[in-house]
């Protein structure tokens, strides 16, 4: 009976938040896609047909991979930032915490509609590229399941800040200042192994890294080590930044007085 | 012996910065009263209403609604109430029906319930023809019956309202009165707090009054305003006076030539006023209360109270 009732909480919380972003959709989902063509004429084709090819396929295909799994990760993050922060900011996260659900619940409502939101976009970016490469399916579950982890990872992740934001600065200062650094540095436009040191070395680090080369082994089948790694690295951290959001919610940190 | 609906033992919250919001406060609401919660800005109504909802975490002290512990059963404790908060807070920019229907959702309603739920809800608060339009359009008026109808939508056994008729004209506030009513006369439970005195000695069985985070009077309203020592009479009169008559025992004011104000102790009868004044010469045409008499009762304590700080810090 319970568990009923959390499916149907459930459906509504996914049915809010994606009402939610569709309503702006100009806002929320052109962006990605006209940031990407511009890339694939400027970067892909203009410049790319003087750098020829890389890892053996034409630049323009190299970078599709991180430029689809770039729009996947910060439409999820910006969709549940921006969404928490709009809730607290007008109170309407109350309309949840008064109701008779779990704090993992009302995670998994915001996390689902960012999730939503950032596959979406992926799937409309990959979509306008086509006129512009050989889009290509190397292996279907490396690519689906890494697209969807990382949605979920970043979605995770926005929960927190839209958890500390205090204003709306707050909620594109993580978003500008490190994680597009992040993606720009974890080798969406170069591979890793011709970076110079310590970059190279840097890149083991950075997450986003194995998010990019285990996406693009999952379309192109060239990646610098097996996607299962890149996966199982995510799932770890996604494991770990979702319960630090359900703890902050269960704990009503930012959100109980 | 009726069941507590809202049971509260020894509960404390103080917030950052040592501001009292509740101090050490034991209160029970029976099922099925319409229980008044009064006391002057900043006196714990919020608090305690936050505190029944988890929205504001005690710092000591048991709250049980429905006979749950709202700590360790949190969830048992909300599916059985309904919460109408004092400021608006659902998403201006959804439409009304959405945004009652995502509530219902959120209570375990199928969605096939929660739009019949929606339906039903919006008629009894005179919004279905809103239903498709978006929130922001709606008056103040409407937006509290928005909140009101939002709750009730899983059908609360407590609801519970901070001060719900706020900035509503009077038409309002008098449909919203037989709403509650209703509801509670089909067995609800309503914890309403308010400003409006007339309201509450209008619409509930049982009072408490907070004050600084402590209940300083509580009870049955009628056993409460029985207890009041003095009322204040205004006298029209019939013809004008130079000067207050003097009539012993009782303190006479003249406001003007054609008013007269007298407070009348507790256990003397109009019909014993009429006939001393009467008896200095005194015709009167019409009569009627200064105050409320629920506004003389807190006035009263809030003032009792008041002078009791006082003289210990003396």
């Known amino acids: ?257 | 012996m009726t069941a507590a609906a809202i049971a509260l033992q020894s509960v404390a919250k103080r917030y950052a910065g040592g501001r009292v919001g509740l101090a050490n406060v034991d209160l029970e609401v029976p099922a099925g009263s319409f229980f008044g919660l009064l006391g002057p800005n900043g006196a714990g109504k919020t608090t305690l209403v936050g505190l029944l909802t988890t929205l504001v975490r005690a710092d000591r002290g048991s709250i049980r609604v429905c006979g749950h512990d709202v700590a360790t059963q949190a969830v048992a404790a909300k599916a059985c109430m309904g919460v109408v908060p004092q400021e608006v807070n659902f998403n201006s920019f959804e439409p009304v029906g959405e945004i009652v229907e995502a509530q219902a959702a959120y209570y375990g309603l199928s969605p096939r319930r929660a739009r019949e739920r929606t339906g039903e809800v919006l008629e009894q608060a005179g919004l279905l023809d809103r239903r498709e339009q978006s929130a922001w359009g709606l008056s103040g008026g409407m937006k509290r019956r928005l909140m009101i109808a939002r709750a009730l939508v899983h059908r609360p056994r407590v609801l519970l309202l901070d001060e719900p008729t706020a900035g509503v004209d009077l038409e309002g506030r008098h449909a919203t009165w037989e709403l509650l009513r209703g509801l509670n006369a089909d067995g609800v439970t309503i914890l309403l707090t308010t400003h409006y005195l007339e309201e509450a000695e209008s619409l509930c069985d049982r009072l408490a009054i907070l004050d600084q985070g402590e209940i300083v009077a509580r009870g049955e309203t009628g056993e409460l305003l029985h207890g009041l020592n003095v009322q204040t009479l205004v006298l029209e009169l019939n013809a004008p006076l130079d000067a207050a008559p003097v009539l012993e025992g009782l303190a006479t004011r003249l406001v003007d030539t054609w008013t007269l104000e007298i407070d009348l102790p507790q256990g003397m009868e109009v019909n014993d006023l009429f006939d001393r004044l009467g008896g200095s010469g005194v015709r009167v045409a019409g009569l009627r209360n200064k105050r409320n008499r629920l506004e003389s009762l807190f006035l009263q304590r809030i003032a009792k109270r008041a002078d009791a700080l006082q003289g210990a810090g003396a």
Request: charged share 10%.
């Open chain 1, 1 to 257: 009976m319970r568990l009923a009732a959390y499916a149907f909480a459930y459906r509504g919380m996914v049915v809010k938040q994606v009402r939610r972003f569709l309503r702006a959709w100009v806002q929320n989902l052109l962006p990605s896609v006209v940031t990407t063509v511009l890339f694939l004429v400027i970067f892909g084709h203009l410049i790319g047909r003087e750098l020829g090819t890389m890892r053996g396929v034409d630049y323009a295909d190299f970078i599709l991979p991180g430029l689809i799994i770039l729009a996947v990760a910060t439409n999820a993050y910006s969709n549940v930032t921006l969404a928490f922060y709009g809730a607290r900011l007008q109170r309407h996260i109350e309309e949840l915490l008064v109701a008779p659900l779990p704090a993992w619940l009302i995670v998994a409502g915001f996390a689902t509609g960012g999730v939503i939101r950032g596959l979406l976009a992926g799937a409309l970016v990959a979509l306008v590229a086509i006129p512009f490469t050989h889009l290509q399916l190397h292996h279907l579950a490396a690519t689906l399941g890494i697209a969807l982890i990382s949605a979920l990872l970043f979605a995770l992740a926005g929960l927190l800040n839209g958890l500390y934001a205090r204003s709306f600065d707050h909620t594109s200062v993580v978003a500008t200042f490190v994680l597009t650094p992040l993606i720009y540095l974890g080798g969406l436009f170069y591979p890793v192994e011709r970076m110079p040191e310590p970059w190279q070395s840097l890149a083991v680090l950075n997450p986003l890294y194995y998010m990019i080369e285990g996406f693009r082994y999952g379309l192109l089948g060239t990646g610098s080590f097996a996607w299962a790694t890149t996966f199982w690295v995510l799932v770890g951290a996604t494991l770990v930044v979702g319960g630090l959001a359900w703890a902050l919610v269960a704990r009503g940190v930012r959100i109980r007085t």
